[in-house]
T-cell receptor, first 115, second 116 residues
């Protein structure tokens, strides 16, 4: 069982739909992350939240909109996605060590398919 | 800047034989290094981490890794492979940015195949 919970596990949506991915952790971690992972590739960092503030945006298209309502929750709002956005979306959290020596804990991801 | 090179995209071993997954890194600062494992349709699970303490790091499920600064390597080993070890393995270097949040630089992954 993972300590980072992602919902839904699978999502199929059309290019005009609006949907949201959700991520929750109760480990008291103050940094949370969104990654995109294509098949047979390593995860690609999208966003980092630190103490509920957006810290890093890796030049992600505006059709992806992150939100951190509180220290335990992270959302990713999706709108007008393209077929190439089909991927596994992973959420992670960490204690956010100053020099990056804290490991990240990953959820099992949401498998997103864009029709 | 930092980078990670996993030297083998695929490694195949027989069950019960040793496993060696190779990783070289480059980093401007003293690095934090991690190995993660990803089973099919699952997230990433931390196997072990190096954060400038002991150079030989023991992890879960019998895995260990040795940090060799002179060789800029952080190879992952296991004395005896089990069928359940079949998965994708990622070597990762941390890019500490300070302020409490940081990203990770991933290697391209090594697919470990266990032959019965």
């Amino acid at each position: 069982d993972t300590e980072v919970t992602q919902t839904p596990k699978h999502l199929v949506m059309g290019m005009t739909n609006k949907k949201s991915l959700k991520c929750e952790q109760h480990m008291g971690h103050r940094a949370m992350y969104w990654y995109k992972q294509k098949a047979k590739k390593p995860p690609e960092l999208m966003f980092v939240y630190s103490y509920e503030k957006l810290s890093i945006n890796e030049s992600v298209p505006s059709r992806f909109s992150p939100e951190c309502p509180n220290s335990s929750l992270l959302n990713l709002h999706l709108h007008a996605l393209q077929p190439e956005d089909s991927a596994l979306y992973l959420c992670a959290s960490s204690q956010g060590g100053f020099w990056g020596n804290q490991p990240q804990h990953f959820g099992d991801g949401t498998r997103l398919s864009i029709l | 800047a930092q980078s990670v090179t996993q030297l083998d995209s695929h490694v195949s071993v027989s069950e019960g034989t040793p496993v060696l997954l190779r990783c070289n890194y480059s980093s401007s600062y003293s690095p934090s290094l991690f190995w993660y494992v990803q089973h099919p349709n699952k997230g990433l699970q931390l196997l072990l981490k190096y954060t400038s303490a002991a150079t030989l790091v023991k992890g879960i499920n019998g895995f260990e890794a040795e940090f060799k600064k002179s060789e800029t390597s952080f190879h992952l080993t296991k004395p005896s492979a089990h069928m359940s070890d079949a998965a994708e393995y990622f070597c990762v270097v941390s890019v500490g940015s300070g302020g409490g949040a940081d990203g990770l630089t991933f290697g391209k992954g090594t697919h470990l195949i266990i032959q019965p």
